[in-house]
């Protein structure tokens, strides 16, 4: 059975006592540096059955102090919490959170980005050319929106570095889910050009051309040579 970790975001009891606000647009983005910041960190191997501990590796607890740091600097009084779910039990989850007037916001990690796609009620561009999901909220009307914090997360850390992304000639390493992500946020943002490689060349060929399509301005290419490009990322 197929676990994986789902952060949700709460208010704290106070704020439940006199009803709860939908997550402002701000607070949704907090994800964003979060993710840059753990691309920054080291991480141990924590996959399989491994992945569903909250104290697996020192990228997981990292990740709970940025995102921690984020709600100090906007004064906002929650707190997140992570949460086993298994694949089966993800529709009841959602439904509890659907319902629950405290739960504001869900990061959603392997094996749910694909899943939870079916289970929300709008996703933003980024998560529609991805085709997956990492974080999720809910908004004013009570809908569901998720999105793909993968990519804009890689873009905001390259920019907190001082780097800048147009114009860019990039070698990217992957083509799984992460790096999609990536490369459309690249792209978005963009660089001239992007070359993908992979060790299965028809995914990287399926993701050049999906690319390609989306943002025809950007020369996406696949190859397994780094020379002539001067900013060089891979898939983790």
Not at 110 to 125: C, F, N, Y
């Amino acid at each position: 059975m197929k676990f994986g970790c789902v952060a949700a975001s709460s208010l704290r009891r106070k704020d439940v006592s006199s009803g709860s606000k939908p997550a402002s647009p701000r607070l949704f983005q907090t994800a964003l540096s979060l993710r840059a910041y753990c691309r920054n960190l080291s991480h141990e191997n924590c996959r399989d059955d491994k992945a569903v501990r909250p104290d697996c590796g020192s990228r997981r607890l990292h990740c709970g102090f940025a995102l921690y740091q984020e709600f100090a600097s906007l004064h906002a009084d929650a707190v997140a919490f992570p949460v086993q779910v298994a694949s089966d039990d993800l529709p009841r989850f959602v439904d509890v959170f659907r319902r629950s007037s405290s739960f504001h916001g869900l990061i959603v990690t392997l094996p749910h980005k694909q899943a939870i796609t079916k289970l929300i009620d709008v996703m933003t561009v980024q998560a529609r050319e991805v085709g997956a999901v990492n974080a999720v909220r809910k908004l004013a009307d009570g809908r569901l929106e998720g999105t793909q914090l993968d990519g804009e997360g890689m873009v905001a850390g390259l920019e907190l570095a001082g780097h800048t992304v147009p114009t860019r000639r990039v070698y990217l390493a992957g083509a799984g889910g992460a790096a999609a992500g990536i490369a459309f946020a690249l792209a978005r943002h963009g660089v001239a050009c992007i070359t993908i490689s992979n060790r299965t060349t028809d995914r990287a060929t399926a993701l050049a051309q999906r690319v390609a399509a989306a943002y025809p301005d950007t020369m996406v290419a696949v190859g397994n040579s780094v020379e002539g490009h001067d900013l060089v990322t891979e898939e983790q």
